[in-house]
């Protein structure tokens, strides 16, 4: 089932869509569902996995809990030595 969807856009992308549909002897509609779906999948090929595969080792860090904490405290005092002067 298709759904109306409306938005704003560039004159300049507007002509694109309309020159790829006339080049390509297809629908503005057809060009724009192409795109969508070639985008998706090149973002999902780099992205694929879900959140855990995305941040799978991120806790693993050169310095110790301590020391990130220390440089956290450090970070926030001293951004309100600049607020206050």
């Excluded at 759904?3 to 060009?31: C, M, N, P, Q, Y």
């Amino acid at each position: 089932m298709d759904k109306v969807f409306s938005t704003r856009i560039d004159e300049a992308v507007a002509a694109r869509i309309s020159g790829l549909a006339r080049r390509l002897h297809t629908s503005k509609k057809r060009v724009i569902e192409e795109a969508v779906t070639l985008l998706d999948s090149t973002l999902g090929e780099s992205r694929s996995g879900g959140f855990l595969d995305q941040s799978f080792g991120a806790w693993q860090r050169d310095e110790s809990a301590q020391e990130t904490v220390e440089a956290a405290r450090a970070a926030f005092r001293k951004s309100f030595e600049k607020r206050s002067r």
